[in-house]
């Protein structure tokens, strides 16, 4: 099999020669560490998103929309000493961030979220302004080149690139999480009015490419849960997100995209029932901190959803006994079930170390192909 049809064997339940072997990504802290440890310098290449030779990592490929505000705003720095730096960013958001400890873009601390861009109808207005659909620059400029190149690929296809789009997610880029959780009750027309926005804006900006494209999947990026549950409530996931969630879902599977797969930190399990009435089919990444256990969900749900990740990346930080023990809790039945592809469940943190990520790796492949360990 190639890694298209071995990827797609899994989505379909069916049983590949193998299970792909797939990961999200690694801290820039991480990425020095292991350079430091003996990472040969040219061993990552492309990212792990994509697929990586060194690692034995499954390549698949994205379509590179830009979905995002044209023009961006201007960055501006307001503040800045040796250890903290205030700036209003691309997307408008005046943030507080922690220079100590940044790596290749990657900050030891989250950013303090200030000020946001919107806060009412007018900015709003302003905004729409900065998501025109037609704006030739959506599209790459080699397209057609790219096309023709998908056209004979080996691997899987996903419309956008890795958390490129969500509704909740955009609305949050706007308004801010505390805002837009308030916004649900104070401002319940002006939300309306986004989430129809951003619909129709999707629909448009993709059209194009789902007509030219044989895509394989695509992913909703949310992020609207944490450690205790999700943001929005299952009753604002039914009002506000659903109807625009299906029309969106139909709008790619007439295209005959068929597999539709969320992705969010935290638990959200209790809007999963209702992710099964609205078409999603997977979901990812399991964090395990936050109690979202592919094992229960697979007992639980069946086959209602592909699962991707749920390996502990706080059990990779500790010992090899720990690492193979949290492989074997999960992996080998899973697999056989169908239907599952194991992913540490996030990006990889700098506290686990190259050796240990490599006994993982030796390990997780030969428990992907049925062997024992």
Request: glycine share 6%; with cysteine.
């Amino acid at each position: 099999m190639n890694y298209r049809e071995r990827f797609l064997s899994v989505m379909r339940f069916e049983t590949p020669d193998r299970v792909p072997n797939h990961e999200l990504g690694l801290w820039g802290q991480t990425f020095d560490r292991w350079l430091s440890e003996g990472m040969p310098q040219d061993a990552i290449r492309n990212d792990f998103f994509r697929g990586e030779d060194f690692f034995k990592l499954d390549r698949r490929e994205f379509v590179p929309l830009n979905v995002w505000m044209i023009p961006g705003f201007e960055t501006q720095v307001i503040e800045e000493d040796e250890r903290v730096i205030v700036y209003r960013d691309g997307s408008g958001i005046l943030r507080r961030a922690l220079k100590e400890g940044t790596v290749r873009g990657t900050r030891l601390s989250m950013d303090q979220y200030i000020d946001f861009p919107v806060k009412g109808e007018a900015d709003f207005e302003a905004m729409k302004r900065r998501y025109d659909p037609a704006a030739p620059e959506r599209y790459p400029a080699d397209w057609d080149a790219k096309v023709a190149a998908w056209k004979k690929r080996d691997c899987p296809l996903c419309l956008l690139t890795n958390g490129s789009f969500g509704l909740y997610s955009m609305m949050r880029t706007w308004v801010g999480t505390e805002n837009l959780s308030y916004a649900f009750y104070d401002q319940p027309k002006l939300l309306e009015a986004m989430l129809e926005f951003l619909t129709e804006f999707f629909i448009r900006v993709t059209d194009r490419a789902v007509e030219q494209l044989d895509i394989d999947y695509f992913n909703f990026f949310e992020d609207f849960a944490g450690k205790g549950g999700p943001l929005i409530s299952p009753r604002i996931f039914r009002q506000f997100f659903m109807p625009r969630y299906r029309r969106i879902i139909e709008h790619l599977t007439k295209h005959g995209i068929r597999f539709i797969i969320l992705d969010s930190d935290g638990n959200i399990e209790a809007l999963l029932p209702l992710f099964v009435e609205t078409g999603i089919t997977g979901i990812w990444p399991l964090e395990i901190a936050a109690d979202m256990d592919p094992v229960r969900l697979r007992k639980q749900y069946g086959r209602a959803f592909t699962l991707f990740g749920g390996i502990d990346k706080r059990e990779l930080a500790r010992d090899r006994a720990s690492i193979r023990r949290e492989l074997l809790s999960k992996v080998p039945w899973l697999i056989e079930q169908g239907g599952y592809i194991p992913t540490i469940d996030h990006a990889i943190p700098p506290d686990i170390s190259y050796d240990n990520f490599r006994y993982y790796l030796e390990l997780k492949l030969k428990l992907l192909e049925g062997k024992s360990i």
